[in-house]
């Protein structure tokens, strides 16, 4: 039920733009974005919960499309401070309200 | 800072032994949740309580347990502990209305060591 994120790691130059995914093999009501940096707590991004819906968080933004079960979150002209590993959580439509499965992450590294 | 705290930050014990890690929400905060994060497991959804009452359930061991009290913090309680507890264990809250009532926010952590 975990949902799969990829890629597992990418490295950008700061202004370089990322894409990373997240999908999942069952029906979803919602997909959470986080980004945790070393040794910090997992910090909310965006939340998405109609599918095909897309949020924005800074230059950072994220779409959903509900047919495919997928999520992708779209790092824009990319800062320093965006470097961390990013997780997609997933809250399945048959499963309880709250809870999230979470993908293993993707590691931003972005050099100057 | 997410307004969520958690203590104690570091936890060293040995196994077999018991311990009490405490969570309190985010002002006004009804939901909170536990998590699990290892280096091999990820992070991990152990349970989830909604003003008192358990509301969902994940992965967690049956050495484990949880409770929320009247004033809404939460305890997790881990018992009979094994080296493979060692963790990171974070609490994290959610409240509102709307879409606000999903956006979850961790605490700090407490850093669990079995020895």
């Known amino acids: 039920q975990q949902p799969v994120q990829s890629p597992q790691a990418v490295i950008l130059r700061e202004g370089e733009d990322a894409v990373i995914n997240c999908s999942s093999s069952?029906?979803?009501?919602?997909v959470h974005w986080y980004r945790q940096k070393h040794g910090e707590a997992p910090v909310f991004l965006m939340i998405l919960l109609k599918g095909g819906e897309q949020k924005g968080h800074d230059k950072i933004s994220a779409s959903f499309n509900e047919k495919k079960q997928q999520s992708s979150l779209y790092l824009t002209a990319s800062q320093l401070s965006y470097s961390g590993t990013y997780f997609c959580g997933t809250e399945i439509l048959t499963d309880s309200w709250g809870k999230l499965q979470f993908g293993a992450g993707t590691q931003v590294v972005v050099t100057p | 800072d997410s307004g969520v705290t958690q203590t104690p930050k570091h936890l060293i014990t040995a196994t077999g032994q018991r311990v009490t890690l405490r969570c309190s929400p985010r002002?006004?905060?009804?939901?909170v949740y536990w998590y699990q994060q290892s280096l091999d497991q990820g992070l991990q959804f152990l349970i989830q309580y909604y003003n008192g009452e358990e509301r969902a359930k994940g992965n967690i061991l049956e050495r484990f347990s949880a409770q929320q009290f009247p004033d809404l913090h939460s305890e997790l309680n881990l018992s009979s502990l094994e080296l493979g507890d060692s963790a990171l264990y974070f609490c994290?809250?959610?409240?509102?209305?709307?879409?606000?009532?999903?956006?979850?926010?961790f605490g700090p952590g407490t850093r669990l060591t079995v020895t």
């Open positions: 994290a809250s959610s409240g509102g209305s709307g879409t606000e009532a999903y956006e979850q926010y």
């Open positions: 069952k029906a979803l009501y919602s």
């Open positions: 002002s006004g905060d009804l939901s």
